[in-house]
């Protein structure tokens, strides 16, 4: 079974719309993060979370909210889906220290009409 | 700020050739230097490695020395097959910058048989 799961996989949603985007971890890290994938923009951070009571904004998160509900659990909100939303999704995990390198989910394609 | 900056793509090489990607950071102190991988439809995977100067990562025929002189990071596979066509991200993170990743734009490499 895979470490980090993503759901949905894929979603085509409509301008206006409230969305969540979930992810869950089997590794037990404490660390989580939201990216989001354009491109030719690489990956950009949204939000990430150091535990469940440390949550903190990334580069672009406006728009965007996030919701740790358990360690394992980090949801990824858009409040009113616009157009300019639609990319690739991508939730990680990583460990404290001491590399912090991250483990990422397969992914979320998210379309917004 | 840290950055991380990477060779253009696409990169397209025959099967059997020698693969360099490039990769230069901007950081300060002693990051942690990584190469992630993105397989066609997939999520990123962490591919190498290293934590210290002139260490040198390495997995499935890829390998990388931190060079801190330079600070350069090149990806190098004396060999590569089709099944390594892939999205190919540097990154790096610094336990003083709360272990963010820093990702460089991606490159794409293309083998052909």
């Known amino acids: 079974d895979a470490d980090v799961t993503q759901t949905p996989r894929n979603r085509i949603t409509k301008t206006g719309k409230r969305i969540m985007l979930e992810c869950s971890q089997t590794?037990?890290?404490?660390?989580m993060y939201w990216y989001r994938q354009d491109p030719g923009l690489g990956l950009r951070l949204i939000y990430y979370?150091?535990?469940?009571?440390?949550?903190n904004k990334g580069e672009i998160s406006d728009g965007y909210s996030v919701s740790r509900q358990a360690q394992a659990k980090f949801s990824l909100s858009l409040e009113s889906a616009i157009p300019n939303q639609t990319a690739l999704y991508f939730c990680?995990?990583?460990?404290?220290?001491?590399?912090?390198?991250?483990?990422f989910g397969p992914g979320t394609r998210l379309t917004v009409t | 700020g840290d950055s991380v900056t990477q060779m253009e793509g696409p990169v397209t090489l025959s099967e059997e050739a020698f693969l360099t990607i490039n990769c230069t950071y901007t950081?300060?102190?002693?990051?942690?230097l990584f190469w992630y991988v993105q397989y066609p439809g997939e999520g990123l995977q962490l591919l190498l490695k290293?934590?210290?100067?002139?260490d040198k990562g390495s997995n499935k025929g890829f390998e990388a020395t931190y060079r801190k002189e330079t600070t350069s990071f090149h990806l190098e596979k004396g060999s590569v097959q089709v099944s390594d066509s892939a999205v190919y991200f540097c990154?790096?993170?610094?336990?003083?910058?709360?272990?963010?990743?820093?990702f460089g734009q991606g490159t794409t490499l293309q083998v052909k048989p």
């Open positions: 950081a300060t102190g002693y990051p942690s």
């Open positions: 979370s150091f535990d469940v009571k440390d949550i």
């Open positions: 290293a934590t210290k100067a002139d």
């Open positions: 590794k037990g890290h404490d660390r």
């Open positions: 990154a790096l993170s610094r336990a003083s910058n709360t272990g963010k990743l820093i």
């Open positions: 990680a995990t990583s460990p404290t220290g001491p590399t912090y390198e991250q483990y």
